[in-house]
C-alpha cells in the first residue's frame, strides 16, 4: 500500500506540473488584448480570437485579404492569404490561426468563421463578456 500511495503521489505531482507548463499553451486562442498584454514574441504560432472589425477588410491581388480582428479594447491588423469561407463578414465572431509577423501584423494561414446569423465561437463570447463587451444580440 505505501508503495501504491508514494507512485500516486508522484504521478499526482507529475500531471501537477505538466498542466502548470501548458498553462499557457491549453487557451483555444488569444484576443487582441491578450496579446498585447502577453508581448508574444513573432513568429510564434497562435490562435486570434475577436470580432472582425467593421471597414476593415480589403481586398489586395489574387486571394489576399486584409482585416482587423478587435475585442473592442484593442485591434490587431490580419493579413490571409487565401479564401475565406462563405459567412465571413465585419462584425462577426471570427478565430484565425498563424504568426505574427515582425511588423505586428497576424499572418494567418487559417479563418474560422460563424455558421449562421446568431452563433458566435464561445470563446469568443465568452472573452467579450470578461472584457465587458458582450452584445445581448449576439447569441452563442
Excluded: C
Excluded at 507548463?21 to 513568429?43: M, W
Excluded at 472589425?53 to 478587435?70: L, M, P
Excluded at 484593442?74 to 475565406?84: A, H, M, N, R, T
Amino acid at each position: 500500500m505505501t508503495f501504491i500511495g508514494g507512485g500516486l503521489a508522484i504521478l499526482g505531482v507529475a500531471v501537477g506540473l505538466v498542466l502548470f507548463a501548458l498553462e499557457d499553451t491549453i487557451v483555444f486562442f488569444y484576443s487582441p488584448t491578450d496579446i498585447a498584454e502577453k508581448k508574444i514574441a513573432p513568429g510564434q504560432r497562435f490562435r486570434l480570437g475577436g470580432l472582425v472589425a467593421e471597414g476593415s477588410v480589403v481586398r489586395g491581388e489574387g486571394k489576399q485579404v486584409y482585416f482587423s480582428v478587435t475585442d473592442q479594447n484593442s485591434v490587431l491588423k490580419v493579413k490571409y492569404d487565401g479564401i475565406l469561407p462563405d459567412l465571413f463578414r465585419e462584425g462577426q465572431g471570427v478565430v484565425t490561426e498563424g504568426k505574427l509577423d515582425t511588423s505586428g501584423v497576424f499572418a494567418a494561414d487559417t479563418v474560422l468563421a460563424k455558421h449562421d446569423e446568431t452563433y458566435m465561437p464561445p470563446e469568443v463570447a465568452a472573452a467579450l463578456k470578461k472584457q465587458g463587451n458582450w452584445k445581448p444580440e449576439a447569441k452563442q
